[in-house]
Structures are given as structure tokens and as C-alpha cells.
């Protein structure tokens, strides 16, 4: 397998500015999440998503922010209008969700700067 | 908040074991005890979990004490590779959430 695919690996652009990132998780996996990772607060998860439905939101900052799952091998995070203090590197996770049991599959990250 | 607690670093000789501590004395009877490592620049990459008994695979072994408040991960033949971000999680069975913490700086010298 892949592996967790995200794109872009390295994007750049002018605060106001529209961001998407994108997410492929593993085939099969029912699980997918989205992290921001800084020096300053470490790893943080912004949003959960089972079986392509938003669980847990409560980690995304503000407004600004949003998630989609529209099928089960695709997910989007959207930033608008973009910030300075949003330049992070950004993770997308996916697991299978089976009982007691679930491993995070992590994908290779994007590093987002915001100037 | 992290319910654990490591070493913010540790220096191992390359070929030698490295055993990475762990403490989570508040831990619950349903929660699990995960490692992941993140080498720079990489996404979090998943070693090992155990609720109660020792386990082992291809990468590391942990060892987990009786009274389940502290692990040990140990890497048995370290190499420069192994360098990285070693984070000790809890985790409730059944729940999705990992709660990270600062983790253990483990850097392999020649």
C-alpha cells in the first residue's frame, strides 16, 4: 500500500489567500484526521471524521477553517483567508476503526507558510 | 494534557540497545499504551502498543510493569535511523483521541 497520500508537500502564499490541502488515506481504512503540528503547541488534532462524517470538530481554530470528506478516499482541509500564525505543517491520519484497537497511519505532512 | 511522562532527551550508542522510559502512573485498566516516533520533517510513524503484557515486532519490544504505571521501549540494535521524536501515549481503548505530549528526543551517536 501507499500509504496516507497528501498534497501539496510544500505550499507558500500571501496571507488572504485561499489554502487547500488534500488528503488520500489508506484503502479500507473508516477513520481519518487532521493535525497541525507547531514548535510552539506540538501535535494537535483539528478534526475526526468516521465512515466520511465529521465526529469531532473541536479542534478547529476558527471559522476560517474547514474540512470535507466527500467519499471515503478523499478529504480536504481549507483555509480562508489564510493568516500568518496558520504557517504550520499540517497531517492527515487514517486508521481502521475495529473495536478496542486502532493504529494512526500518518501521512508525510505539508508545510504551509503564510507570508 | 499528556498523561505521561518522559526524558525530554537521551544519547544512545549506535549498535546498542535503546531503552526509552515511560511513566503513566495515572493510567486506567481500559487504556493502551502506544509509541510512535516522528524523525524530522516525517509524519508520526506507529511502533508498538500493549495494554498489559510485553509485546514485540519487527521494530522494538515494550515492556510494560506489572502495575502498568510505567513502559520501556526498547530498540534492541539502535542505528542512526533511529533518531528521533519518541512519544508514549495512553490511550483509551475505544477512543480516537491520541493525546501527545512533548515526547523523548533520542539521538544515536556513531
Known amino acids: 500500500d501507499a500509504g496516507v497520500i497528501q498534497s501539496p508537500r510544500h505550499e507558500v502564499t500571501e496571507m488572504g489567500q485561499e489554502v487547500t490541502l488534500r488528503c488520500k488515506p489508506i484503502s479500507g481504512h473508516n477513520s481519518l484526521f487532521w493535525y497541525r503540528q507547531t514548535m510552539m503547541r506540538g501535535l494537535e488534532l483539528l478534526i475526526y471524521f468516521n465512515n466520511n462524517v465529521p465526529i469531532d470538530d473541536s479542534g478547529m481554530p476558527e471559522d476560517r477553517f474547514s474540512a470535507k470528506m466527500p467519499n471515503a478516499s478523499f478529504s480536504t482541509l481549507k483555509i480562508q483567508p489564510s493568516e500568518p500564525r496558520d504557517s504550520a505543517v499540517y497531517f492527515c491520519?487514517?486508521?481502521?476503526?475495529?473495536?478496542?484497537?486502532?493504529?494512526?497511519?500518518f501521512g508525510p505532512g505539508t508545510r504551509l507558510l503564510v507570508l | 494534557d499528556a498523561k505521561t511522562t518522559q526524558p525530554p532527551s537521551m544519547d544512545c550508542a549506535e549498535g546498542r540497545a535503546a531503552n526509552l522510559p515511560c511513566n503513566h502512573s495515572t493510567i486506567s485498566g481500559n487504556e493502551y499504551v502506544y509509541w510512535y516516533r516522528q524523525i524530522h520533517s516525517q509524519g508520526p510513524q506507529y511502533i508498538i502498543h500493549g495494554l498489559k503484557n510485553n509485546e514485540t515486532n519487527e521494530m522494538a519490544s515494550l515492556i510494560i510493569t506489572e502495575d502498568r504505571k510505567s513502559s520501556t521501549l526498547i530498540l534492541p540494535h539502535a542505528t542512526l535511523r533511529d533518531t528521533a521524536v519518541y512519544y508514549c501515549i495512553v490511550r483509551v481503548g475505544g477512543n480516537y483521541q491520541l493525546i501527545w505530549g512533548a515526547g523523548t528526543k533520542l539521538i544515536i551517536k556513531p
Open positions: 491520519a487514517s486508521s481502521l476503526t475495529s473495536g478496542y484497537q486502532e493504529t494512526q497511519y
